[in-house]
């Protein structure tokens, strides 16, 4: 946190006394930060003159806030409905068995990937679907999955 400490004070300085800018702040934050840490909320709450209660509140309220550091290529599995039916738990724990992964740890230990489930993609003609930095892969067997995430690997990933 603490070469951080000028970066988050650059960002402050732009919502200081501004109405309504917890959110934009938290966003450039994490956008610059790659996610929120607790060191990070409390220097906000701090900052901002505001409960570190509140800071963690919307922090955890959308999902679109990571308190965790992310890897570098991020793995959404789709849990929608389509996929669901299709078999997208397969689908899953090939991706978390192919990195050597669990359910409670969902980020590779050299930081190369994260994994996390979302309700829907959109892509339910393809199910079972994942994407990976924004890149779909549709109709998945768990066989195909270790290949796919070969693309992305670094020479010590997989």
């Given at each position: 946190?603490?070469?951080?400490?000028?970066?988050?004070?650059?960002?402050?300085?732009?919502y200081?006394?501004?109405?309504?800018?917890?959110?934009?702040?938290?966003?450039?934050?994490?956008?610059?930060?790659?996610?929120?840490?607790?060191?990070?909320?409390?220097?906000?709450?701090?900052?901002?003159?505001?409960?570190?209660?509140e800071?963690?509140?919307v922090?955890?309220?959308?999902?679109?806030?990571?308190?965790?550091?992310?890897?570098?290529?991020?793995?959404?599995?789709?849990?929608?409905?389509?996929?669901?039916?299709?078999?997208?738990?397969?689908i899953?724990?090939?991706?978390?068995?192919?990195?050597?992964?669990?359910?409670?740890?969902?980020?590779?230990?050299?930081m190369?990937?994260?994994?996390?489930?979302?309700?829907c993609?959109?892509?339910?003609?393809?199910?079972?679907?994942?994407?990976?930095?924004?890149?779909?892969?549709?109709?998945?067997?768990?066989?195909?999955?270790?290949?796919?995430?070969?693309?992305?690997?670094?020479?010590?990933?997989?």
């Amino acid at each position: 946190m603490a070469n951080n400490i000028e970066l988050l004070d650059e960002i402050l300085a732009k919502y200081q006394g501004k109405k309504g800018s917890l959110i934009p702040l938290l966003q450039e934050t994490q956008n610059t930060l790659g996610y929120l840490s607790r060191e990070t909320m409390a220097y906000i709450a701090e900052k901002m003159h505001l409960p570190a209660a509140e800071i963690f509140g919307v922090a955890t309220f959308y999902s679109m806030f990571r308190l965790k550091p992310q890897g570098k290529h991020l793995i959404r599995v789709c849990k929608g409905t389509a996929c669901h039916v299709s078999d997208a738990d397969s689908i899953k724990k090939a991706v978390l068995d192919t990195l050597q992964l669990s359910e409670e740890k969902n980020t590779t230990a050299d930081m190369q990937f994260t994994v996390m489930e979302v309700a829907c993609l959109g892509c339910c003609s393809l199910s079972p679907v994942i994407m990976i930095d924004g890149r779909t892969y549709g109709k998945l067997t768990p066989a195909a999955i270790p290949a796919i995430l070969k693309q992305y690997a670094t020479e010590d990933t997989l």
